[in-house]
C-alpha cells in the first residue's frame, strides 16, 4: 500500500512516530484477501509485530530499517533482538539520492560499500596481529572505532571526558524530537559490552602527557568538534562585528543549557543567525519559542534550513517554525551585532535593516578539537607512538554520518598499508 510521495513514506523520526500510516492504510485489508504490506517508519520488532498482529498489515516494508541493519529479518527470526541496529529515522540515507552520491547511514557504516570497500555489515576481518589501541573520545566516531577495532581483537581502551559516552549524540538528542538519535550511541554501547577486550572509561580526560605516561603506542584521537563562536560559516569569511558580546551564544551554549538544567539565555527577543543550513538553527529556534522566546532565524539561504531538502524535512521545518510563532528572513546576512540590536543586510540587494534583540546565538562553522593530537605529534616523530589516527568531527566536522563512516574506516584500515596516491575503494569503469 502507498497513498501518498516519498516525503511522507519515508518521514523522519523528528516528524513522524512509528506506523504513522496505518490511519490511512488500516481500510486495505477489508477490501482484499490478499496479502497487504505497507511503510510508515516501523522500525523496531515490537511495532512490526502489533501492526501484523492487529490485522493492519501482513508484511511489513521496512527499507531504511534494512539499510540500518541488512540483517534485520535474520535477527528478529532468532531473537536477536538487542543485536538490531535500529534505524534513527533521520533520512542521510534518502539525502544521498537527489545528489548522485553513493548511499550513506548513519547507523551503518559499511552501506553502499560492500562492493566498493569489501565490508560487511555484520564481519570484519580479524587483525593479524592484535595490539593495544587507546581511542581519546567517546562520540559516534570514537565509539564506533573502538568497537569495530575490538570486534577485530585488538585490546582498546576507549576514553572520554564527560561521564557519559556519546559525545554529540547524547547532547543533540535533548532537542526536540530528537531522542530517537540517541540510538547510535546505544547499540554501540551494547555492542562494545559484548566484546571482551575493549574498556572504557568516560570521566576521564586526557592530556597528551597523560597519554604517554600510558605507554600507549597506537592512538585515536577523536575528540570532535565546537561550534565557533566568531560567526564564521558556509557564507560569512570573516568574524560577525560584536560577537564577543555576552548575550552572543553558540548552540554548544544552548546544549549546556538543556544538559545542566540552568538556563542562561536571557528573557526576550533572540535572533538565529543560521549559517550551518541543516537541523540544528531550526531546532534551537523551535526549542526556544517553546520557552517563552520571541525567536527570528535569519539565513543567508533561499530557505531555511535549507540543507534538509535532501532529507525530505525542509517544508515540514519551515511549517513548525511559523506554527510556534518563529520569524524567518531568507536571503539575509548579518553585518554586525549591535547592543541591542542586530544589523542585517539583503544578499541580493545589500538593503539594511536592523533587528531588536536581547540575545542572539551564531549557528555557524564548527571548529575541529585538535589541540590533543597536535601535541601529541613529536611522540610519532620520536618513536613513542607507532601510529596516530585523527578522526571524526576532530578531523573533519560533518554529519553524524560521516563520523561513524570515518570511525569505522579507521578500524578497517588500522595496520594495514595504505597508499595516500592510489583510489582506495573499486570504481566502475
Known amino acids: 500500500v502507498n497513498l501518498s510521495d516519498w516525503s511522507n513514506d519515508s518521514a523522519t523520526s523528528r516528524f513522524a512516530p512509528e506506523g504513522h500510516q496505518e490511519q490511512y492504510i488500516a481500510f486495505v485489508k477489508s477490501l482484499t484477501s490478499k496479502p497487504v504490506v505497507g511503510v510508515g517508519r516501523y522500525t523496531s520488532p515490537d511495532a512490526m509485530v502489533s501492526a501484523v498482529r492487529r490485522g493492519v498489515l501482513d508484511l511489513i516494508g521496512a527499507a531504511r530499517p534494512s539499510i540500518a541493519d541488512p540483517f534485520l529479518p535474520d535477527k528478529i527470526r532468532r531473537g536477536r533482538l538487542g543485536a538490531i541496529r535500529e534505524c534513527i529515522g533521520c533520512n542521510i540515507c534518502v ?36 595490539v593495544d589501541v587507546m581511542v581519546v573520545g567517546a562520540g559516534p566516531a570514537g565509539l564506533e572505532a573502538a568497537r569495530a577495532l575490538g570486534q577485530r581483537g585488538h585490546h582498546v581502551q576507549l576514553l572520554d571526558a564527560r561521564p557519559e559516552v556519546g559525545g554529540r549524540v547524547i547532547r543533540e538528542a535533548l532537542l526536540p524530537g530528537l531522542g530517537p538519535w540517541r540510538r547510535v550511541v546505544e547499540w554501540r554501547r551494547g555492542a562494545i559490552a ?9 570521566a576521564s580526560p586526557m592530556s597528551a602527557q597523560d597519554v604517554l605516561d600510558s605507554d600507549a603506542r597506537h592512538v585515536v584521537v577523536a575528540t570532535g568538534a565546537t561550534w565557533r563562536r566568531d560567526g564564521r560559516g558556509r557564507s560569512t569569511g570573516l568574524p560577525v562585528a560584536g560577537h564577543e558580546q555576552p548575550d552572543v551564544f553558540t548552540p554548544d551554549d544552548v546544549l549546556d543549557c538543556l544538559e545542566s538544567g540552568q538556563w542562561r539565555i536571557p528573557a526576550g527577543r533572540v535572533v538565529i543567525y543560521d549559517d550551518d543550513h541543516y537541523v540544528i538553527g531550526g531546532l534551537i529556534a523551535e526549542l526556544l519559542a517553546g520557552r517563552g522566546h520571541e525567536v527570528e532565524v535569519i539565513t543567508p539561504a533561499p530557505l531555511i534550513s535549507q540543507w534538509t531538502q535532501f532529507t525530505l524535512e525542509q517544508e515540514r521545518i519551515e511549517r513548525r517554525l511559523r506554527d510556534v510563532g518563529v520569524q524567518i528572513h531568507t536571503r539575509t546576512t548579518v553585518q554586525s551585532i549591535e547592543r541591542d540590536h542586530v544589523v542585517v543586510a539583503d544578499v541580493i540587494d545589500g538593503g539594511i535593516d536592523e533587528l531588536p534583540r536581547a540575545s542572539v546565538v551564531l549557528v555557524a562553522d564548527r571548529s575541529p578539537r585538535t589541540d590533543l593530537h597536535d601535541e601529541l605529534l613529536p611522540a610519532l616523530a620520536t618513536g613513542e607512538l607507532s601510529t596516530l589516527q585523527l578522526i571524526g568531527d576532530a578531523d573533519a566536522p560533518g554529519l553524524i554520518a560521516q563520523a561513524v563512516f570515518s570511525g569505522h574506516r579507521a578500524a578497517q584500515q588500522f595496520g594495514e598499508a595504505v597508499d595516500p596516491d592510489e583510489v582506495e575503494f573499486l570504481r566502475e569503469v
Not at 194 to 202: A, K, N, R, Y
Open 95 to 130: 539525502a544521498t539520492d537527489p545528489r548522485g552520491l553513493p548511499i550513506r547511514c548513519t547507523q551503518n557504516p559499511t552501506m553502499g560499500e560492500e562492493w566498493r570497500r569489501g565490508w560487511h555489515p555484520e564481519r570484519i576481518a580479524p587483525a593479524a596481529k592484535p
Open 194 to 202: 559484548e566484546l571482551p577486550d575493549v574498556e572504557v572509561f568516560p
